[in-house]
Nanobody, 128 residues
Framework: VQLQASGGGLVQAGGSLRLSCVAS???????????MGWFRQIPGKEREFVAA????????NYAEAVKGRFTVSRDNAKNTVYLQMNNLRPDDTAVYYC???????????????????WGQGTQVTVSS
């Protein structure tokens, strides 16, 4: 699986961005069978969980820091997962990564070690 993230940029505090992650999946396994996650990393810090959506699309999980501000969604027809980020804050500044895996149980959605496939990051910078 190859993942291509985009949509990052520079925005003022209180603004919004929408990140996209397009997946190229192997034949024989549909995109809809992959759980998709978003993580972020600040230089010098550990990569941290942001949000994830189960393969079924019926369950999403969010980090406490982004609940109520970020929304994860997916369009299986386009092999794409989105992260809508509203009311951005300076502490949301980070490189954002998308990740996927076809075999994740719900209890491990927030664990980066549960994801086998990772895209390159996209930089999000929020100015105060």
């Amino acid at each position: 699986v190859q993942l291509q993230a985009s949509g990052g940029g520079l925005v003022q505090a209180g603004g919004s961005l929408r990140l996209s992650c397009v997946a190229s999946v192997a034949s024989g396994r549909a995109f809809r069978s992959y759980t998709m996650g978003w993580f972020r990393q600040i230089p010098g810090k550990e990569r941290e969980f942001v949000a994830a959506m189960k393969a079924s699309g019926g369950y999403a999980n969010y980090a406490e820091a982004v609940k109520g501000r970020f929304t994860v969604s997916r369009d299986n027809a386009k092999n794409t997962v989105y992260l809508q980020m509203n009311n951005l804050r300076p502490d949301d500044t980070a490189v954002y990564y998308c990740a996927s895996d076809p075999s994740i149980i719900q209890s491990t959605l927030a664990s980066q070690t549960a994801y086998a496939y990772w895209g390159q990051g996209t930089q999000v910078t929020v100015s105060s």
